[in-house]
């Protein structure tokens, strides 16, 4: 936000290219974001609530391609509440909601790319086409490669994998987007920025990434399990329900779950091992959404397998699943507002505090921010040289160095 201030959005998108980072992309929609900030703070509000609604409608159309491409039959209003529970399910079921959904910076980079990933399977595997829709996969795969270097060679890799065994037309569109998405990608690595952001990064090894891909694996299952495993229990027989409508319409075997298993399973760890690998640390959650994405994948493929397998009551499984998943959602409201309204007062208060003081004191220390709940927290800490302290220092234009009390 200060470097907006100064350079305008274009110059900004420029400074991160040269000195921090190439992912051009979303560098330069994350200056449009806070441009727009500084107009209204009511965009904030909105940017999480376009996050949602985007991601449930490129959901649909995903779940609405692959209805017609493989002639299941199910009516406009199936497919959307379909799209609306997976949104929902793999809202809940990834820890770190604020850094995945609710963190501006990194919305452009990670969420975005997962959602506009989905976007191009669509088009991929739309039977009709418009020049709208070769408008949008291109640009689509264009902003991936400049916005997220792992999530792009995860597209990548699938694309050429599925190049293999599509047929000739979706061949065509899978190479115009591979080609536009190496593209931007081929742009975002030459930066020089990259340089200086390995500077600040320890030194990469194969073996290091490996481990730090391990302990990833198992951070993904143990943080937040319990809303995890609650959000798989609430939302399971949604997916369940949707097997027994699919039961007479196509068929599923044991093989194919299992294919479609490893499948998953083998992508999840080269996206996790990409960023742990470049970071030489444990991938932040914001890293994992893909992840987390197709985690989703194989419990929505799970839940569908046994609707289609075993006789399960219709009746039961609606009722049960609608009373779980509105207590779910009551249960996260009624004991995040608290905690939310909490934070923000005081991290509203520090701002404040921050704007109307003049002091020669170096470095002026601040009490700590209680717990964000499931937003991103803003604290800074007890290092003035951390990122987040001199982030605060540069955005509010201050004049003097801020820690966090011990």
């Known amino acids: 936000m200060g470097l907006l201030r100064t350079h305008g959005i274009g110059g900004c998108a420029k400074d991160f290219y040269y000195g921090a980072s190439g992912r051009w992309a979303a560098n330069f929609m994350l200056g449009v974001i806070y441009f727009s ?3 209204s703070f009511t965009v904030l509000a909105l940017f999480s609530i376009f996050n949602l609604s985007a991601f ?32 929902m399910f793999l809202f809940f079921l990834a820890p770190g909601t604020g850094e995945i959904w609710f963190w501006t910076n990194s919305a452009p980079q990670y969420l ?11 088009l991929i ?25 792992s999530f792009a060679a995860v597209y990548l890799l699938a694309g050429v994998m599925g190049f293999f065994f599509a047929n ?45 891909t391990a302990k990833a694996v198992y951070h993904l299952f143990a943080d937040g399990w319990m809303t995890s495993l609650a959000s798989v229990v609430c939302f399971l027989p949604v997916f369940i329900l949707f097997g027994i409508e699919m039961k007479s319409r196509t068929s599923v075997n044991t093989r194919s779950l299992w294919k479609i298993f490893f499948t998953l399973t ?20 914001r890293a994992c959404e893909l992840a987390y994405l ?19 009551s219709k009746a039961v499984l609606k009722y049960s699943s609608a009373a779980a998943i509105l207590l779910l959602i009551g249960a996260k409201a009624f004991t995040q507002a608290p905690i939310v309204m909490k934070y923000t007062e005081a991290a509203d208060a520090r701002i404040e505090q921050l704007k109307n003081t003049n002091t020669d004191k170096e470095p002026l220390e ?12 803003a604290e800074i800490t007890a290092d003035t040289t951390h990122w987040t302290n001199r982030h605060l220092k540069f955005g509010l234009g201050l004049k003097f160095h801020v820690v966090k009390k011990p």
């Open 366 to 377: 601040l009490s700590p921010l209680p717990s964000s709940g499931m937003l991103y927290s």
């Open 168 to 212: 000739v037309k979706v061949k065509q569109r899978v190479l115009l987007a591979m080609l536009l998405m190496l593209t931007g990608f081929s742009i975002n690595l030459l930066a020089p920025g990259n340089a200086v952001r390995a500077s600040w990064l320890p030194e990469k090894s194969l073996g290091t990434g490996m481990e730090m």
């Open 266 to 285: 083998f992508f999840s760890l080269v996206s996790l091992f990409l960023p742990s690998y470049f970071v030489s640390d444990v991938a932040p959650k």
């Open 56 to 87: 449930i409608f490129v959901s649909h159309l995903l779940f609405s391609a692959l209805d017609r491409k493989f002639s299941l039959g199910f009516s406009r209003m199936n497919v959307f509440a379909l799209a609306w529970t997976f949104t």
């Open 112 to 122: 975005w790319s997962v959602m506009l990933g989905l976007l191009i399977a669509s």
């Open 37 to 39: 900030e500084f107009r």
């Open 125 to 149: 595997l739309k039977e009709k086409r418009g020049p709208a829709d070769h408008v949008l996969l291109a640009l689509s795969s264009l902003y991936i490669g400049g916005a997220s270097e």
């Open 294 to 312: 197709l985690i989703a994948f194989f419990i929505l493929t799970c839940g569908v397998f046994m609707g289609m397998k075993y006789g399960l």
